[in-house]
């Protein structure tokens, strides 16, 4: 049992728990299943219960992030928990919300989704990397391969899930208007939190071992996926991806851009499962918020515009837009130190 009894609350805004370990794909630029292989391990729904209600009872209330490498990475193991954790919060009328990560194929599987929205999942982390297919085949991205993205990005916002999505330009098949079809993609989507990174050839990873053995891998890896650097030689000019990449990430947080994906997600989002409660740091920081984007920062005037509107046309998505508003705040931040 983790020792929650350590920790001040107060200093966290979510926890961290794990049901499984590996991932049944093999992505080349992947470390995740070097590490913990291809068939994946699960706790017992019995024992990560155990593990949330001994954080319930010490007063968390707010999210929880189950860091799995791939949560439906066993579905049936999955959905046993689930079902458990349904019956838990009937049973201890838990407020918790949960996000995870998992890969797309989600999509595929309405009961799968509606049994995590029923369990309290709010978000999932989905890692779609790139709207090109030759891209996706040169990466062995198996399961995104042949199908329409954005389709299965709104099939799961409908569900009631926030996608965040992982993407990542530098392949070798990778065209120059890559950052035009990456930019148009994540709008068109709605994928709010958008995580761009350049590719990047991890130890031991397959990638790693073809760019060795091509004689192209330069340095080993920092770890930081928003470094706008490349440790290997690319088929597209090298400053061209850098500067690319540069743009547009500050271009996709750009206060006019962002509110407009906001206002697509919101679109196609609908609540259901069980409603997260709003704290009083939640409180806080919308009130802060204010002052921040609608006072002190540059798009103050896209800022209340949003606001305005949400309030007319969604005003039970209200408390929602405005998370993600102050979540843009922060991408930007991120954004302008590339």
């Given at each position: 049992?983790?020792?929650?009894?350590?920790?001040?609350?107060?200093?966290?805004?979510?926890?961290a728990v794990q049901f499984s370990r590996g991932c049944?794909?093999?992505?080349?630029?992947?470390?995740?299943?070097?590490?913990?292989?291809?068939?994946?391990?699960?706790?017992?729904?019995?024992?990560?219960?155990?593990?949330?209600?001994?954080?319930?009872?010490?007063?968390?209330?707010?999210?929880?992030f189950v860091v799995d490498d791939n949560f439906i990475g066993n579905r049936a193991h999955t959905k046993a928990l689930?079902?458990?954790?349904?019956?838990?919060?009937?049973?201890?009328?838990?407020?918790?919300?949960?996000?995870?990560?998992?890969?797309?194929?989600?999509?595929?599987?309405?009961?799968?989704?509606?049994?995590?929205?029923?369990?309290?999942?709010?978000k999932v982390f989905v890692g779609i990397e790139t709207p090109?297919?030759?891209?996706?085949?040169?990466?062995?991205?198996?399961q995104n391969q042949g199908r329409d993205l954005v389709a299965a990005v709104a099939t799961l916002?409908?569900?009631?899930?926030?996608?965040?999505?992982?993407?990542?330009?530098?392949?070798?098949?990778?065209s120059h208007d890559i950052f035009k079809r990456q930019f148009e993609f994540i709008q068109r989507s709605g994928v709010v939190t958008a995580m761009v990174g350049l590719l990047t050839a991890l130890p031991q990873t397959r990638l790693y071992q073809r760019l060795l053995q091509e004689g192209r891998l330069l340095t080993g890896s920092t770890g930081n996926n928003t470094e706008a650097t490349l440790n290997f030689l690319p088929r597209l000019n090298r400053d061209f991806l850098i500067n690319g990449y540069r743009d547009l990430m500050?271009?996709?947080?750009?206060?006019?851009?962002?509110?407009?994906?906001?206002?697509?997600?919101?679109?196609?989002?609908?609540?259901?499962?069980?409603?997260?409660?709003?704290?009083?740091?939640?409180?806080?920081?919308?009130?802060?918020?204010?002052?921040?984007?609608?006072?002190?920062h540059r798009g103050r005037r896209a800022y209340w515009g949003f606001c305005a509107s949400t309030l007319l046309r969604r005003p039970r998505q209200f408390a929602q837009a405005m998370e993600l508003a102050i979540i843009g705040h922060h991408f930007r931040r991120v954004a302008s130190l590339l």
């Open positions: 049992m983790p020792r929650w009894d350590l920790l001040n609350f107060r200093q966290y805004a979510t926890m049944p794909f093999n992505c080349e630029f992947c470390d995740i299943i070097v590490m913990n292989g291809r068939v994946p391990r699960t706790k017992s729904p019995a024992q990560l219960i155990a593990e949330l209600e001994a954080l319930r009872t010490r007063g968390w209330k707010d999210m929880v689930l079902r458990e954790l349904i019956a838990w919060r009937e049973r201890t009328r838990a407020t918790m919300g949960f996000l995870t990560e998992a890969s797309v194929n989600l999509a595929d599987d309405p009961d799968l989704m509606d049994l995590m929205v029923r369990a309290g999942f709010k090109l297919p030759e891209s996706l085949e040169e990466c062995h991205k198996l916002q409908r569900a009631g899930l926030q996608v965040m999505g992982g993407f990542i330009v530098g392949f070798d098949s990778d500050k271009k996709l947080y750009e206060p006019r851009v962002y509110y407009e994906r906001i206002r697509t997600f919101l679109r196609n989002h609908e609540a259901t499962g069980p409603r997260r409660r709003i704290s009083w740091s939640d409180f806080q920081a919308f009130l802060k918020s204010f002052y921040v984007l609608g006072v002190r």
